[in-house]
């Protein structure tokens, strides 16, 4: 219980806050750092792999573009498939797209059609839960497509910002800030 602590106070500390970033009032959470010290990263990506709702999931998807980065770590550690939601312009064939409002601005998210339509079951990976406004968005798409989203699994929740009030299905974050 001791080292969990340590190693909490470890990642608090290696996630750096830079104010008013990309707008004025954005204090902006980066989950960079962490990638320089593979010991943490390591942690994290076992933690977010043990998680029980991924176990009955066919497929992780992880969202543009620090999610790739957790996304499939967790992939691979599970040994799940994992598909993408990506930005705009950014995916080749045929695409499924959805708009929603960010924390500091409005963007959209497209998944591949090929890719969806192979898996009945999924888990969300991304870096960072604010205002649930992204992970809403991937919601929608694949429940248009009546696909299952069994959770959402995130490196930190801002949890000010109440973003799992938005969110139908059970979120695990490693840490709360
Ligand atoms: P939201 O849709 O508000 O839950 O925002 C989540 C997405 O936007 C994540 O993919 C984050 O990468 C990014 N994001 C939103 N707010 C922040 C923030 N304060 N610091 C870092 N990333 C953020």
Excluded: W
Aim: glycine letters at 6%.
């Amino acid at each position: 219980m001791l080292s969990r602590l340590r190693s909490m106070k470890k990642l608090e500390d290696l996630i750096l806050t830079y104010k008013d970033f990309p707008k004025k009032g954005i204090d902006f959470k980066d989950v960079l750092e962490i990638l320089q010290y593979p010991d943490i990263f390591q942690d994290i990506i076992l933690k977010m792999s043990s998680n029980q709702f991924l176990k009955n999931a066919e497929a992780i998807i992880s969202i543009d573009a620090r999610g790739f980065i957790f996304g499939s770590a967790v992939a691979l550690e599970s040994s799940k498939p994992m598909i993408v939601a990506r930005k705009p312009g950014k995916l080749p064939g045929h695409i499924l797209t959805r708009g929603y409002d960010l924390e500091y601005g409005k963007n959209s998210l497209s998944i591949q059609s090929n890719a969806l339509k192979k898996f009945n079951s999924f888990v969300i990976v991304d870096d960072l839960l604010a205002t649930g406004g992204t992970v809403n968005c991937v919601s929608r798409l694949l429940q248009d497509q009546r696909k299952e989203i069994l959770g959402l699994i995130t490196v930190i929740e801002l949890s000010e910002l109440k973003g799992r009030s938005k969110i139908d299905f059970p979120v695990k974050s490693i840490i709360s800030l």
